[in-house]
């Protein structure tokens, strides 16, 4: 059985205000051609197809294209889960009609695990399908209220996912979650918002193979049999050293899988440089000139336009940092970045600052529950 997974497409961004759907559109295409030539049995996208709930026209159509070459042209199965970003009802529509023409798409987390079964040359392959659930909705359909958060969540679904296996079966499971000790990056938007809703590696024993969504880095998570296949592109600076790629997975007759990433080309690479504003439009015209670039600037005192004027040489300069302020005095050198602190670090820093006292865990957990049901409704609601 072969099996390309990959996940994260995040159809719709908007990167520092550029919105990115050619850009996607250009790695989508590499997609095709390269599920053109590795002919594989399944096509597996392990959520965050969309950026957000409610996605723009642009992304629906580069999604509706992209879903009917593989299906129809290529005649590839593909099972497709909802992430995070994703409503799970918008993507999940029509699902029944799709899954007769070989479009498998999980969007509600259901009462009973679903399986999709594939033939192969060895026998069958089964397919489980978890996406991505509020730990409440979990309690709900499981009818179970012991479920505080969302590893325990998590836990209860893919043991029951277990208890459903079909016996004698090779099976993969689809799902997007976090893995204790992966690598985290700045464009993932957390899964849960007070705790880290992260589940041990051995809650996936059993399957043949793990394909993951969640974390946009490539990476394996515990063992071998579990991978995330990270991100379409690079959605933040903080990912300017990764290599995106997306999984070709063989499992053999025995349920053992060898995996190879195959890497994909941005249309513009994302990438950090420093250096003096001459230095820097005085550097040879390379003909990565039009990379998204975070430009930090070395020079001490004035410049006059750095932005402008770097633009007109570099044009998709992004974001402009100057080095000279983090030396300059106290009240300089204690600036933070508030992008990288969690949700609970910013408010107890601001509690702090504010009351002069350090804020009691009931108070967190009160805030973070607000910011919990804030980040839920936001979802539904954003244009
Ligand atoms: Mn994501």
């Given at each position: 059985?072969?099996?390309?997974?990959?996940?994260?497409?995040?159809?719709?961004?908007?990167?520092?205000?550029?919105?990115?759907?050619?850009?996607?559109?250009?790695?989508?295409?590499?997609?095709?051609?390269?599920?053109?030539?590795?002919?594989?049995?399944?096509?597996?996208?392990?959520?965050?197809?969309?950026?957000?709930?409610?996605?723009?026209?642009?992304?629906?159509?580069?999604?509706?294209?992209?879903?009917?070459?593989?299906?129809?042209?290529?005649?590839?199965?593909?099972?497709?889960?909802?992430?995070?970003?994703?409503?799970?009802?918008?993507?999940?529509?029509?699902?029944?009609?799709?899954?007769?023409?070989?479009?498998?798409?999980?969007?509600?987390?259901?009462?009973?695990?679903?399986?999709?079964?594939?033939?192969?040359?060895?026998?069958?392959?089964?397919?489980?399908?978890?996406?991505?659930?509020?730990?409440?909705?979990?309690?709900?359909?499981?009818?179970?209220?012991?479920?505080?958060?969302?590893?325990?969540?998590?836990?209860?679904?893919?043991?029951?996912?277990?208890?459903?296996?079909?016996?004698?079966?090779?099976?993969?499971?689809?799902?997007?979650?976090?893995?204790?000790?992966?690598?985290?990056?700045?464009?993932?938007?957390?899964?849960?918002?007070?705790?880290?809703?992260?589940?041990?590696?051995?809650?996936?024993?059993?399957?043949?193979?793990?394909a993951l969504g969640h974390l946009h880095r490539p990476q394996r998570a515990g063992n071998d049999r579990?991978?995330?296949?990270?991100?379409?592109?690079?959605?933040?600076?903080?990912?300017?050293?990764?290599?995106?790629?997306?999984?070709?997975?063989?499992?053999?007759?025995?349920?053992?899988?060898?995996?190879?990433?195959?890497?994909?080309?941005?249309?513009?690479?994302?990438?950090?440089?420093?250096?003096?504003?001459?230095?820097?439009?005085?550097?040879?015209?390379?003909?990565?000139?039009?990379?998204?670039?975070?430009?930090?600037?070395?020079?001490?005192?004035?410049?006059?336009?750095?932005?402008?004027?770097?633009?007109?040489?570099?044009?998709?300069?992004?974001?402009?940092?100057?080095?000279?302020?983090?030396?300059?005095?106290?009240?300089?050198?204690?600036?933070?970045?508030?992008?990288?602190?969690?949700?609970?670090?910013?408010?107890?820093?601001?509690?702090?600052?504010?009351?002069?006292?350090?804020?009691?865990?009931?108070?967190?957990?009160?805030?973070?529950?607000?910011?919990?049901?804030?980040?839920?409704?936001?979802?539904?609601?954003?244009?």
């Open positions: 059985m072969r099996i390309i997974h990959t996940a994260d497409w995040h159809l719709g961004r908007i990167f520092y205000g550029v919105r990115l759907i050619q850009d996607q559109a250009y790695a989508l295409d590499q997609f095709i051609n390269l599920v053109r030539e590795a002919k594989p049995d399944a096509v597996v996208i392990a959520g965050d197809v969309y950026d957000r709930a409610v996605p723009p026209p642009e992304a629906v159509s580069l999604l509706d294209e992209t879903l009917s070459r593989l299906v129809i042209d290529l005649r590839t199965r593909v099972i497709l889960i909802a992430g995070n970003h994703d409503s799970p009802e918008r993507l999940g529509f029509g699902t029944r009609l799709l899954s007769q023409s070989g479009l498998h798409v999980a969007g509600r987390v259901g009462l009973d695990p679903v399986w999709t079964t594939i033939p192969d040359a060895h026998g069958t392959v089964s397919f489980c399908t978890i996406p991505y659930a509020e730990p409440a909705l979990v309690r709900e359909r499981l009818g179970n209220p012991d479920l505080p958060d969302h590893a325990a969540a998590m836990r209860a679904v893919i043991a029951k996912a277990r208890e459903t296996r079909p016996r004698g079966t090779r099976s993969v499971l689809v799902a997007h979650a976090l893995v204790i000790g992966s690598e985290e990056s700045e464009s993932e938007r957390p899964l849960s918002v007070g705790g880290t809703g992260a589940v041990e590696p051995s809650v996936f024993d059993g399957f043949s193979f793990v579990i991978h995330y296949s990270g991100s379409l592109l690079q959605y933040s600076f903080s990912e300017a050293a990764h290599i995106k790629s997306v999984n070709l997975v063989e499992l053999d007759a025995a349920g053992r899988c060898h995996l190879e990433r195959i890497p994909l080309t941005p249309r513009h690479a994302v990438r950090c440089v420093t250096g003096t504003l001459e230095a820097l439009l005085s550097a040879p015209a390379g003909n990565d000139a039009d990379d998204y670039l975070s430009v930090t600037l070395l020079d001490k005192g004035p410049v006059f336009d750095p932005i402008g004027r770097l633009r007109s040489k570099y044009p998709n300069v992004l974001e402009l940092k100057r080095m000279e302020r983090l030396g300059r005095g106290d009240q300089a050198a204690s600036r933070v970045d508030y992008r990288s602190l969690s949700d609970r670090e910013i408010f107890t820093s601001f509690f702090q600052t504010v009351k002069g006292e350090a804020a009691s865990e009931d108070e967190i957990n009160a805030y973070l529950g607000v910011v919990e049901r804030l980040h839920a409704l936001e979802r539904e609601s954003q244009p």
